[in-house]
């Protein structure tokens, strides 16, 4: 499917024209014919006629370009595309909306068609919080990316996705559906315009499988979250219980932000299935950088569709953040002598997402490492190295296999000889009390795992706390054990 309406295309582009056996549209490269790409014809329903003297000069005027008047290459069946931004497209057909910042393609019934997130939004409900759109959802990724447009200063205490919008990357032609079928502010402006919003039964089966959780409004909901999740007024007015978004320690100086939500398939405690969701990870609002909570929002489309599931540890504890959890990393001699190698010789060390993972009543930290040559701009990063954290333990290898194994204390990649007896008897005892060590090891390391997700369900946070002691002490056995086999 060809794409005439998208994200960083030109303001403007004259396509289509008399049908003839030569077609001008530079379509694609094509090595093996003449002139080294393939052409095309617009056929599209897609844009405004600009074969007339008249309709020439209005776009030349407006777009100040005088080659509008005077190229030969368009005719009497010319047209102009503009405003081909999928979001500003949405934005003209309803302004009334406020739009997510992150449109997404979606291959649905045979097109790409771009999915953009609407909301309703006001800043009159009573007995509400008011919240600025621009600082609730900024954070490194609509900091840093080009993609994504932040939102703009708007003061709101209303805020539902209540329409999912489509926009075909081949015509243009742009879709609304209702999405919250209860929203009485939604309700309100299609009665203003008829006919506008379709129907969320209208939705296809395809599109529906295309349809997530938008972040935005999630942004919104942490924000909020982070102070509402107290129970009690005296906790509230102390604020001592506060959360906030950790900053990404993917990011440093001038583009350093919060971390942004990521879009995971992972199993929450209690879960029976893995699901897609919305993950964001909370620090104690302050100095601190220990873990205090990990909230996820199921992202798709069914009964749990926007459920929000919070894991909040006890102040007690202290697990690691995510910028803790980096500097770990750093402070490892292996880690930070191999990222100082891979730095020289005109390359430049990227760092990925540092994701979150709730496994077996513990958290999860993995990170990829790319580099990525400095002298060619275009130059995409290349996966290097895989970073993984569980609890005390920190694994560095070549892809996440070797790293986990490095943290459980698996022993993928090693072989067994197979040729006979080598070495002493006494070897070989040590070898066999180090295997039954480690045997033993690991069946209680899975226990903790098993006792900790346990009461991790039941809200047991006393007896996590003693599960995630019992995990670490497994695995340091282990370890051992598997050391001196």
Known sequence: PRVYFG????DYSIIGGVKTDSPVEFDYPDDASANGQKNYTYTGTGGVPVGSLFNKLVFAIKYQEQKLLLSNLINKDSKILFNRNPRDRVAKVAPW???DGDP???IVDGK???IIDGYTTSAGYPYSKETVLSSATTDALTTNSTSITAQGNKTVNYMRNSVKATVDAYDGTVSLYQWDEKDPVLATWSKAFPGTVKAKKEISAQLLDHIRYPEDIFRVQREILSAYHVKTAGAFYGGQDFWRVPRD???FGGNAGAQPPYYLTLEMPGSKKPTFSLTTPFVPRGGRENLSAF???NADPGPD??????????RSTNVAGPSQVASNFEAKPEVANSLSLLRQGGSDVVLGNLLTLPVGGGLLYVQPV???ATANSAAYPLLQKVLVSFGDQIGYDNDLKGALDQVFGGNSGTSSNAGGNSGTSSNAGVADNASSELANALASAKQALVDGQAALAKGDFTAYGRAQDRLKSAIASAISAQSRK
């Open 112 to 114: 790409i068609l771009w």
């Open 249 to 251: 320690p993917s990011t």
């Open 295 to 297: 909230a996820v929002v």
């Open 370 to 372: 790319y580099v990525r």
């Open 305 to 314: 569709y926007g459920k929000i599931t919070v894991l909040q540890l006890p």
């Open 97 to 99: 909306l406020t739009l």
């Open 104 to 106: 997404y393609p979606a």
């Open 7 to 10: 994200e960083n295309v030109p």
